[in-house]
């Protein structure tokens, strides 16, 4: 098949089941999105269909948790969705995030706001993926924690799989011990084991799995019992250039416990000839972070967090800083890393996780223990002479290209069943 292609989504549900759906017809209808009722209505139940136009040959939906944090899935959905001509499936949708991300609003259904944090938001988010249906599609590509629950109602799927919910299983003690009080550690102790419980079972309806790592893929072995093709995250490496080698740091992710941006305060509050700029956000809806974030009150002169900025000045930031630390638990890829490489800059990281697929220590940056005296050598190493890494980080980058992340997915998503 070739030229547009006219396909009829029919999203089904019940009147009492999935309310974040009926809101979501609802709102295309104000938009003028062609929504038509069927000829038999029979209360309570009723059938919109809408009438799209794809310019692929494979009609793709993406279901992805939430659209309101601008991070690295965020990017591998949306390069996704523009190689593919894909619609997007998601939560908690932020205009401004799908701006950044460049997506259009009208690839994308919204399945409403999911408000609560954990437990409540999780479960809210399980239950909604487990009860929504888009049928219609040739393929259903799942995108993040709760969406797997997606997997039950929507086949032939492929989950592309960031890592099996950590604070269910690796980070489990970890998400328990930094509960403030007992009663908190238990119903954290409780949601997980319970949630995990069903997380394993839902992967058992996915057809097929991919990841972002070697290291994902050992714990999907793991924690699922299951096989795994790794496919490395995209990164538009044409997109990033070096401008300069400038008198800043730069640190950019999002600001959870787990990303360990206390570890590079602490390492440049001895650092005072060396600045720190900080880039990164964290989801409002997740009031248990209140406390964590209150750290960053108390700042030493030389570190300043400038949150969630706009892409092109990030990319800028890229190109003038001096180097890049990066410093999260066994992290799962990083887009991070690559990125700085794709500027030419070198990055200072843990010696953990993927971190040890995406950065050649001694080449490209360094690989450190997880604490403030080591990276505080490490800094000060490429600060010497943070130019000789350039060549070196651009040819590892290239490796990471978004080119051969789509080539990838389209012969797995594009293979006969």
């Known amino acids: 098949m070739t030229g547009l292609q006219a396909c009829a989504l029919s999203a089904c549900f019940d009147e009492g089941i999935c309310p974040a759906l009926q809101r979501t017809a609802k709102r295309c209808l104000l938009t003028k999105r062609l929504y038509r009722t069927s000829q038999a209505v029979t209360a309570p139940h009723r059938r919109w269909e809408l ?18 944090v601008l991070g690295g899935g965020e990017k591998v959905v949306a390069t996704i ?46 239950l909604l993926f487990r009860k929504v249906r888009f049928p219609g599609f040739d393929k259903y590509l799942l995108s993040g924690f ?9 086949k032939p799927n492929v989950s592309y799989c960031y890592s099996p919910r950590r604070d269910f299983y690796d980070l489990k003690h970890f ?26 079972n839902a992967i058992k309806q996915v057809d097929k799995i991919l990841t972002l790592s070697r290291t994902v893929q050992k714990r999907i072995t793991q924690y699922y019992n299951r096989d795994s093709t790794v496919i ?17 740091w730069l640190s950019v992710n999002r600001l959870y416990p787990e990303k360990r941006v206390d570890l ?100 490209t940056g360094f690989l450190v223990d997880a604490h403030p005296e080591s990276l505080k050598k490490a800094i000060l190493l490429v600060s010497e002479e943070p130019e000789r890494y350039k060549k070196a980080c651009k040819k590892n980058a290239s490796r990471f290209d978004e080119h051969i992340f789509i080539e990838s997915m389209r012969q797995t998503l594009c293979a006969e069943e």
């Not at 007992?182 to 394993?200: E, G, N, P, Q």
């Open 146 to 154: 709760w969406s797997l629950y997606a997997a039950y109602n929507h």
């Open 264 to 363: 590079q305060i602490k390492a440049f509050e001895n650092l005072p000839d060396e600045n720190l700029l900080i880039v990164g956000g964290y989801s409002h809806r997740d009031k248990g972070l209140v406390a964590y974030h209150k750290m960053f009150e108390d700042l030493p002169p030389n570190v300043k967090i400038l949150g969630i900025i706009p892409e092109k000045r990030l990319l800028d930031l890229y190109a003038t800083c001096k180097g890049v630390i990066y410093t999260p638990i066994d992290e799962d890829f990083g887009l991070v890393p690559v990125e700085a490489q794709a500027s030419g800059k070198a990055v200072v990281g843990v010696n953990e996780g993927a971190l040890k697929e995406t950065v050649i220590d001694g080449q």
């Open 232 to 248: 490395y995250p995209p990164v538009p490496t044409e997109r990033y250039y070096t401008k300069e080698f400038g008198d800043f």
């Open 51 to 68: 009438q799209v136009a794809m310019n692929s040959d494979l009609q793709l939906l993406i279901f992805h948790d939430s659209l309101d």
């Open 81 to 126: 969705a523009k190689a593919f001509d894909a619609r997007i499936a998601a939560a908690n949708v932020d205009p401004e995030v799908i701006g950044e991300l460049g997506i259009d609003q009208d690839v994308i259904y919204d399945l409403g706001k999911i408000g609560d944090r954990a437990p409540i938001g999780p479960i809210k988010s399980s």
């Open 175 to 200: 998400n328990i011990a930094r509960q403030s009080n007992l009663a908190k550690k238990a119903v954290a102790w409780s949601w997980t084991t319970t949630h995990s419980y069903f997380d394993r």
